[in-house]
Structure formats: C-alpha cells, structure tokens
C-alpha cells in the first residue's frame, strides 16, 4: 500500500457521461485523487483515462488493486447494487450513482453486506450539501420560519431522450422521474425536515414508447417501463405535509419553485436541488421576499455551463471527499447509504401505494445529515 500520497486514492466503476463530472471534481481536489477507472468496455475506460490522467484496468484489477479505498459506482441503475456488491465484497468502500439500487429490497441487502464487513457506503446526490441547500437548513435550524407545516416540491419537464447520448435507461427499472430525478428533491427535503413516515401516491405513463431525439441514437423507440408522471404527499416524521410532483409528461409549466417550505412564521422557497447554488429566499408573515445570503457557505460560486445555457454551480462528488474524510477521522458521512436507503423507500413507495391505492408507511428512518459549516471549499470537510 502507498504511504507516500496523502490523498485518499479512488477507483471508479462505469465511464460514461457523468463519469467526466467525477473526473473533473477530482482533478480539482486535494483530498482525494482518481487511481484508475474501469467500464465494461475498456476501450471506454482507456478513452477516459487518457483525457484525465488517470489509469484504465479491467473491473477485475481495480477491485484489486490494494491502493484504492473508495470505488465509485457510476454504472446504470439495473447495474448498481450488483457492481456495489462487487466493491464491498473486494474489501472496498463504496460510492454509487443514484439510486443505490434499481428496488428498495436489493438496497436494503447490500446495506446489511456492507454493515456486516465494516464498510462505508455513500451515495449521491451530494448537491444538498451545496451553498444554496444548506442555508435553507441553517434558516430552518435557526427557525426563521417557525415551524414547518407543510410544502411543495415540484420536478417536470419533457424527459431526457433529446439530450442524453444513450437514454434508454431512464425509462427502464431504476429510472423514471421518480427514480432518477426524484432523490435529489427527497433528499434536500429530508435534510431540511427530517424522515418521512408514510407516503401516499398516484403513477402513471403517460407515453407508452419515446423516441430518441439526441445523437448518435436519434430515431430509436425505447419501451417504457416505469411511470413517468406521479402526484403525491409525503408525511414527515416531524409533522410536516409536502406534495411532490414528478413527470416526464410535461412540455411547459408555470411552477417555477422547485421547494417552497410554508412555516408557521413564513415561507422559504429553495433553489433547484439538481445544483448545489443559487439564491433562496424567505418572507415573514406579510413581509416581502428576501435573499438569504449563501456567501460565506462553500459549493455555491457558479462552474458549470448548464444545458439550458445557464451558469451553475455543480460540485458533484463533493459528498465522496466528505467520505473519505470521514473515514480518515471516524466520523459519520453526510451523503450516507442510510440516507440514501431511506429516500429510495419513500420513492419506490408512491409507486406502490399507487398500485394499492393505499398510504405506505415507512420501515426505514434516517438522521439528518451534520450541516456542512461555513468556509470556502472542501477543506470544511478535512
Ligand atoms: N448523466 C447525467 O447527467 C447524470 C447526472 C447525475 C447522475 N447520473 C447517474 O449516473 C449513473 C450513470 O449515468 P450516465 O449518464 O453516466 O450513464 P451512461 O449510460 O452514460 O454510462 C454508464 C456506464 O456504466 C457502464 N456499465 C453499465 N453496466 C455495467 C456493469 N454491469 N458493470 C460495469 N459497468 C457497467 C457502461 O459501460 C457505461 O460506461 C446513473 O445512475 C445516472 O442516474 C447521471
């Protein structure tokens, strides 16, 4: 094992489109560093490896390889409690895409394998841990807008076949709206709220095929296999009600703020949980609207030019440097396997009550994550 590099050395399983988000977040940081990263195909690894720097090896030698701590998994999501286990079982910490796992029941396995080895697992998204998140939290924590009662979280547009290289994957088992996009909005709601202890629900498609508009897979129909519009209340622990509404059914809608948080002293409207920035705001009872500032808060500076042309912050994989500190300094991790095996029972059950026409109540609980503190950059989390 190498003695000399003071970084927590990385591998990573899958090098596709968001494979350069992770690359690039590495680069940038002085925690961690990449290894080597390995695909399926490895021409696919070595065409990473080469543009960053870092080394390609087959799935078998970086499961091996007796300097990587942490893999990432960054394979589709039929494929990510199976490549997990596979990292857990080489001795390895692991960190996955969302959703930990295609279903709840295989999630919920591979905790226990994990638990049982003495091993971490972490799992995106980290975006809560951005500026414009977590000052919403500091907000709440402080009670600037009482106690909350009640909330909305809204995520819709037209889907992702008109932009993503190869989309089949998200209408298949693991995707979906509610599936893909859905654990960086219950996430950010259950670190500004809490756990949720029972969810009501509807789902449905609302096209039975898509066509793929964007290249090089342009003409190609994918069956669709999961709901791509659900309608539904989470009940939180602490009390609170939210109305989450999710679709991929939708060309254009007026429902402009992704989390609104309505409290007993007023209302908090919160930044898109896809990104890590952006300006929250809050009013009092019959005030008007104020910026709450995310200035001193680190993961907020825009870096990122986003598909709509906009810039953004976008620190993704932050939350698996704050692992690898953890793990140095035997503390809990804040993008944790926990949390991520609670959200994916809340999403997988708004399906299932749908089905049932029943509320589902929850098995799982979770802990609020630590609130990242104040600073500049990853050095809060060393
Ligand atoms: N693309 C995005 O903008 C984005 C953003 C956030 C999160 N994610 C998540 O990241 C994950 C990957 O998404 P992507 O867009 O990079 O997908 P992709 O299809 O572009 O790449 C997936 C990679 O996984 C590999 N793979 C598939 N099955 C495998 C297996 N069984 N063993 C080893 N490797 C396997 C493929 O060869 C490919 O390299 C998904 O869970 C997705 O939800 C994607």
């Given at each position: 094992m190498s003695t000399s590099n003071p970084k927590t050395l990385i591998g990573i399983i899958g090098c596709g489109n968001i494979s350069d988000a992770?690359?690039?977040?590495?680069?940038?940081?002085?925690l961690i560093e990449v290894k080597a990263c390995a695909a399926l195909r490895l021409e696919a690894a070595q065409a990473k490896a080469a543009r960053y720097g870092v080394q390609a090896m087959s799935i078998e030698a970086l499961l091996a390889d007796p300097d990587i701590r942490i893999i990432i998994n960054l394979t589709v999501p039929m494929a990510h409690a199976e490549v997990s286990r596979q990292i857990i079982n080489a001795g390895?910490?692991?960190?996955?895409?969302?959703?930990?796992?295609?279903?709840?029941?295989?999630?919920?396995?591979?905790?226990?394998?994990?638990?049982?080895?003495?091993?971490?697992?972490?799992?995106?998204?980290?975006?809560?841990?951005?500026?414009?998140?977590?000052?919403?939290?500091?907000?709440l924590d402080a009670g600037a807008i009482g106690r909350p009662l009640g909330g909305s979280a809204v995520v819709m547009s037209h889907g992702m076949e008109n932009w993503h290289p190869n989309p089949e994957f998200f209408y298949k088992t693991g995707g979906g709206p509610v599936l893909d996009i859905g654990p960086y909005y219950i996430t950010q709601l259950v670190n500004l709220l809490g756990p949720v202890q029972r969810v009501a629900g509807l789902a449905s498609v609302g096209n039975a095929t898509r066509t793929v508009t964007s290249e090089p897979l342009s003409g190609r129909i994918i069956e669709v296999g999961v709901p791509t519009t659900v309608n539904?209340?989470?009940?939180?622990?602490?009390?609170?009600?939210?109305?989450?509404?999710?679709?991929?059914d939708v060309w254009k809608h007026n429902r402009t703020s992704p989390i609104e948080i309505y409290g007993t002293e007023g209302t908090l409207l919160g930044a898109d949980p896809n990104f890590f920035g952006n300006t929250p705001r809050l009013c009092k009872p019959n005030g008007d609207w104020q910026d709450l500032s995310i200035a001193d808060l680190p993961f907020g500076v825009p870096n990122r030019k986003a598909r709509n042309g906009s810039m953004q912050a976008d620190y993704r994989m932050i939350g698996l440097v704050d692992m690898a500190m953890a793990i140095r300094s035997n503390r809990p991790h804040r993008a944790s396997g926990e949390l991520a095996l609670h959200v994916l029972e809340v999403l997988e059950a708004l399906e299932t009550s749908s089905r049932s026409s029943q509320f589902v109540r929850m098995g799982t609980t979770c802990l609020r994550p630590e609130p990242v503190p104040a600073g500049s950059d990853e050095s809060v989390f060393a």
């Open positions: 992770y690359l690039k977040g590495a680069a940038r940081s002085g390895k910490h692991v960190y996955s895409e969302k959703p930990l796992a295609a279903n709840f029941k295989d999630a919920l396995a591979l905790m226990q394998l994990a638990s049982a080895k003495g091993l971490r697992v972490g799992c995106a998204p980290d975006t809560f841990l951005g500026a414009s998140h977590q000052a919403c939290r500091r907000a539904a209340v989470l009940d939180f622990v602490s009390g609170a009600n939210v109305s989450f509404s999710a679709s991929w």
